[in-house]
């Protein structure tokens, strides 16, 4: 906390929160046992929810983060607000579960660094919040190759 460009309502924050929690419960998680959910805000104030997915093939596994980008892109969305992370061991969130390097620079495409947030929660009480910027610094995005 303590980012000015921070500007997410706590009532939103809460709500993405609780998506995030949700999306948690339908991980397909056979082989890590670590469940991850997100919520995605657009601009437009939707939300779109994701989980990890994984695969017998190890490498073909899909992360919460990006399943939640995937699934807006493709319904038209290109303009996101937020995005909110749960994620731990089974029905235990007790650890911060960041988005991962690879999720990082999937958002890096569709979201500014400096105002985009991402929330990383192990409750609705308890949750570190972040730009895009802070956790993916000096980044490759779209206009690197304009
Ligand atoms: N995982 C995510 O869903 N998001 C991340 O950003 C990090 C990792 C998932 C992938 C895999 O199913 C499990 O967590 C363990 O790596």
Same mark, same amino acid.
């Not at 997100?38 to 073909?60: F, H, M, Q």
């Given at each position: 906390?303590?980012?000015?460009?921070?500007?997410?309502?706590?009532?939103?924050?809460?709500?993405?929160?609780?998506?995030?929690?949700?999306?948690?419960?339908?991980?397909?998680?056979?082989?890590?046992?670590?469940?991850?959910?997100?919520?995605?805000?657009? %601009?437009?104030? !939707?939300?779109?929810?994701?989980?990890?997915?994984?695969?017998?093939?190890?490498?073909?596994?899909?992360?919460? %983060?990006?399943?939640?980008?995937?699934?807006?892109?493709?319904?038209?969305?290109?303009?996101?607000?937020?995005?909110?992370?749960?994620?731990?061991?089974?029905?235990?969130?007790?650890?911060?579960?960041?988005?991962?390097?690879?999720?990082?620079?999937?958002? !890096?495409?569709?979201?500014?660094?400096?105002?985009?947030?991402?929330?990383?929660?192990?409750?609705?009480?308890?949750?570190?919040?972040?730009?895009?910027?802070?956790?993916?610094?000096?980044?490759?995005?779209?206009?690197?190759?304009?």
């Amino acid at each position: 906390m303590g980012n000015s460009q921070i500007t997410l309502s706590s009532e939103i924050i809460s709500k993405l929160i609780e998506e995030a929690l949700f999306m948690r419960t339908r991980s397909y998680i056979p082989y890590s046992g670590f469940a991850v959910g997100a919520a995605l805000l657009t %601009e437009s104030g !939707r939300i779109y929810g994701g989980c990890n997915i994984e695969n017998a093939a190890y490498p073909v596994t899909i992360c919460a %983060e990006r399943t939640a980008m995937v699934k807006a892109v493709s319904e038209g969305e290109r303009e996101f607000r937020a995005i909110a992370v749960a994620g731990g061991r089974e029905e235990d969130p007790e650890v911060y579960s960041y988005p991962c390097g690879t999720c990082r620079q999937f958002m !890096r495409e569709f979201c500014d660094g400096d105002t985009f947030i991402v929330i990383v929660a192990r409750s609705k009480e308890d949750y570190k919040i972040f730009t895009l910027e802070e956790l993916l610094p000096n980044s490759f995005g779209p206009e690197s190759l304009a």
